[in-house]
């Protein structure tokens, strides 16, 4: 039997703890926000993709549909506008929770979704900004077994997810929670002062967490924005019980840069780097929450979803891709759409993807084509990007004599190499983008 390492309540002792295997060699998480703004569903797709300049004119036209609440107390803009003739300016955000019923929601399906994904892991937004939880919380009635659909949201996915072999984490909004400010966040400045900076919100959070912890056993722990200043002295026995009761747990960076197992990424905001392992977290279109006026034109496609991974994974990061159910509990055909697209490549090509590991350079322009670059023990996997249908031909230089090289997965072409190069002709085929190349027999991989 192995060893299991115990943690003490220091930061001395937490930051011993190294990043599990399996989430190195997951490379793909599915990202879950559902919740009141769900019903709603709406927000302005007002800027590009990523786009998050952070000040009053980005607060005000929030491409956010989680953000609703938030939306209609800066009492200007599209989503207030929405709101007023929809609903009307007496109507406050926590009436959501009577409309919010969940009454088609089948949580085996999403987790079957998932899987045929390819998602080695899901994250659910057990509580976002709003202060509703997922969960019943034995610390507010403000949940979803007392309001709105009256399940166990989290309970019920969890189970879901573990019976389908996939890894369940949660996700917790540790320093905002509106439902103890009213005060509206206009820009980047309010968005790191306006939090409860209260010693009673600070253990509120830590016993909130606890409780997570201790109920679900969630692999990963992935907090939001920060944690209280007031209860930041709370985080070494926080994480120490975390990484002792979920012996391969991993947490996020947004703890106050006190401790990470992973950096995080959103949309065009992060470091992308092979130094550390890192996270991307990005919805499919503009929005994480489900916004009902972004078309395809906000969403990315099949063939962007694609490239994302596979940047992403050559980089040294996992692709933690959003999901945001509509309010009756089922997944948006655009969306289902994708993830099926992204789990059709990753089941012929998932060789190069899962498992693997960084090379010194994660991609470089052949002759025209880009090519991103992984490798698992002996083999070296070279993902031409960006395909157009028809012939394809690119060499690669660099590699070690004598080195094996093949198309993979029935794609027609001839590989040969020839010194230190691989030299690569191919017929494209209609709606394959990306496909694989490997070479094996390098030494020291």
Request: aromatic letters at 12%; charged letters at 25%.
């Amino acid at each position: 039997m192995a060893y299991k390492q115990t943690f003490r309540p220091t930061l001395e002792s937490v930051r011993k703890h190294r990043l599990p295997r399996w989430y190195d060699d997951a490379k793909l998480g599915i990202f879950i926000h559902w919740g009141l703004y769900s019903v709603p569903a709406f927000a302005p797709p007002s800027y590009e993709l990523g786009e998050v300049p952070g000040d009053e004119t980005w607060f005000c036209n929030n491409p956010y549909a989680e953000w609703y609440q938030n939306s209609i107390r800066v009492r200007r803009g599209p989503t207030w506008e929405h709101h007023l003739k929809k609903y009307g300016a007496d109507f406050e955000y926590n009436r959501f929770a009577g409309l919010w019923k969940a009454e088609a929601w089948d949580p085996g399906r999403w987790a079957e979704l998932f899987k045929k994904a390819g998602a080695g892991y899901v994250v659910l937004t057990t509580k976002h900004h709003d202060g509703y939880c997922l969960w019943p919380s034995k610390y507010t009635e403000f949940n979803s077994l007392r309001q709105g659909p009256r399940r166990d949201i989290l309970g019920d996915l969890s189970r879901a997810v573990r019976q389908a072999g996939l890894r369940m984490g949660t996700y917790y909004s540790g320093m905002l929670d509106w439902t103890q400010s009213n005060e509206p966040i206009f820009d980047e400045t309010g968005l790191r002062n306006l939090y409860p900076n209260t010693y009673a919100y600070a253990d509120y959070a830590y016993l909130q967490s606890m409780e997570l912890i201790d109920r679900y056993e969630p692999s990963i722990f992935w907090n939001d924005i920060g944690w209280p200043k007031k209860g930041e002295a709370d985080l070494p026995h926080l994480l120490s019980h975390y990484y002792n009761t979920v012996e391969e747990g991993v947490v996020n960076d947004r703890w106050n840069d006190v401790w990470c197992d992973f950096t995080t990424k959103e949309y065009k905001a992060g470091e992308m780097t092979l130094e550390h392992k890192w996270e991307m977290c990005r919805g499919l279109g503009l929005s994480f929450g489900y916004n009902a006026e972004e078309g395809e034109d906000k969403t990315l496609s099949a063939a962007g979803l694609i490239s994302l991974l596979v940047t992403t994974v050559a980089s040294n990061g996992n692709l933690l891709i959003n999901v945001g159910p509509k309010a009756d509990g089922t997944i948006a055909p655009i969306q289902e759409r994708l993830l099926l697209a992204l789990g059709g490549w990753l089941t012929r090509f998932g060789e190069a993807v899962y498992g693997t590991r960084p090379h010194t350079a994660p991609s470089a322009d052949c002759q025209g084509t880009r090519v991103h670059f992984t490798r698992k023990g002996d083999a070296l996997y070279l993902i031409p990007d960006a395909l157009r249908p028809g012939p394809l031909a690119f060499e690669a230089a660099g590699l070690p004599a004598h080195a094996r090289a093949e198309l993979l997965a029935g794609v027609s072409g001839q590989v040969t190499t020839t010194g230190d190069k691989v030299v690569v002709r191919a017929e494209v085929p209609e709606g394959l983008t990306a496909f694989v190349v490997k070479v094996s027999g390098l030494r020291g991989a």
